[in-house]
């Protein structure tokens, strides 16, 4: 190993005691100083054997002193405040709102899966604590920034807005959280154009900008007078705007940041869409496959752009059943041809039940290949003349058997049918 064990020198059983023991230990190459490596007990007639204490490992140059680690934008107070106390008192050990919200917000970035046990508190302590109209800006402003900032918070900021939307009690004059929320995503909105010819570091604020809007298109909900709950539709109108400030500047990010923006919202904005007897999405699609053709984007982009396509002509991966009475058919299932086998030509070409010469090419294949031959291991033939074997092969069942295959098949033609 890295650390070899040598044998311990044990001396004999007759070693002598006293001040005969140094010169005992001096023979056998053990100092007479090191008294952690050899044990000797006080009592008893003889003397116990020395042993040789475990080699020490490799001295570490870390310091014990050395302050804890904490990941950056991590509270030290943060598993305190919202652990060991009850969610009453937690609020008693903060100065401002910021300070206990941004906790919170990391508590909900590191711990996702607390939303639903403490949401409702957090939303009844904001109540007693909100209650003026900078108060409310400040907490819209928080939520903005951490959602926008930090990675993978988009969706769960989303569904925070959504909560807090229907669930705080302030409504000033200025407006009530979800019209602040909605105007402050209207300030990045308006600069979309700049942004997506910006620098490096403004076209990643504006993408993250982007995403967040699109969790919002998905989760914030909107009570009619009626009851009825629907989405948001100015920020459905926002989203088309956002698409197509990203193509008309097709950069890599811009385009990537757009293929996730459908991908996310593709098929809900379609929908949308369509009830309103618009083509818009035909119209994105189109715009698509000229950015293909003439944008000098990378492959990769190229590539994902024709994936968002295929997508999209697959009803964007969602699978309707096809009715009772109705076979599927590659004209009516777009994912007839999904579970096929794949076969190759002589030549290496692959091809599938999808491709028109399909029939002609397997006919061909099983013509060119023996897939069944009947030979021994020794190569002897078994199909020939006068083999016992296959010459009593009967090819007919049971009648007791054909019976019940055939009730078998009825059974589940009336089952499919059904």
Not at 149 to 166: E, I, K, Q, T
Not at 283 to 307: F, G, P, T, Y
Request: hydrophobic content about 35%; aromatic content about 10%; overall charge negative.
């Amino acid at each position: 190993g890295l650390f070899p064990q040598q044998e311990p020198l044990r001396p004999p059983k007759t070693a002598p005691l006293g001040t005969g023991m140094a010169e005992h230990l001096q023979k056998t190459g053990i100092p007479c100083g090191s008294q952690d490596k050899v044990s000797v007990r006080d009592s008893g007639p003889e003397m116990a054997e020395p042993q040789l204490a475990v080699d020490p490992v490799a001295t570490s140059n870390l310091s014990v002193k050395a302050p804890e680690f904490y990941p950056p934008g991590y509270n030290q107070n943060f598993n305190q405040n919202f652990t060991d106390s009850s969610f009453e008192d937690r609020c008693d050990g903060y100065l401002t709102l910021a300070e206990y919200v941004q906790d919170f917000l990391n508590h909900l970035t590191e711990q996702p899966g607390c939303f639903e046990t403490e949401i409702e508190q957090f939303a009844e302590t904001l109540n007693g604590w909100v209650i003026a109209d900078e108060a409310l800006q400040e907490l819209v402003e928080l939520i903005y920034q951490q959602a926008t900032s930090v990675p993978n918070f988009s969706y769960m900021g989303a569904r925070l807005c959504n909560y807090l939307s229907h669930h705080l009690t302030i409504s000033p004059q200025s407006g009530n959280f979800r019209q602040l929320l909605l105007q402050r995503c209207r300030t990045e909105y308006e600069n979309r154009d700049e942004a997506t010819k910006g620098d490096e570091t403004t076209r990643k604020q504006f993408h993250a900008f982007v995403l967040f809007l699109a969790e919002l298109y998905l989760n914030l909900e909107i009570k009619g007078t009626k009851g009825l709950v629907t989405r948001a539709e100015i920020l459905q109108e926002g989203l088309r705007e956002l698409l197509n400030a990203l193509f008309s500047n097709p950069v890599d990010s811009n385009l990537i940041c757009a293929v996730k923006l459908l991908k996310l919202t593709g098929s809900v904005l379609e929908d949308a869409w369509k009830e309103k007897g618009k083509n818009d999405m035909e119209e994105m699609i189109q715009r698509i496959e000229n950015v293909v053709l003439d944008a000098n984007c990378s492959r990769d982009v190229k590539h994902m752009l024709l994936k968002l396509v295929e997508l999209r002509s697959s009803n964007w991966g969602r699978v309707h059943g096809t009715t009772p009475h109705t076979e599927a058919t590659p004209e009516n299932d777009p994912n007839y041809f999904m579970n096929e086998p794949t076969f190759y030509t002589p030549d290496g070409v692959p091809f599938t039940a999808a491709d028109p010469d399909y029939q002609e090419k397997y006919q061909e294949l099983l013509e060119r290949e023996d897939l069944f031959p009947f030979y021994e291991e020794n190569g002897a033939d078994l199909s020939g003349p006068g083999e016992l074997y296959f010459d009593e092969i009967d090819d007919e069942m049971d009648p007791e058997i054909e019976e019940a295959y055939e009730k078998f098949c009825l059974e589940s033609e009336h089952k499919r049918k059904q």
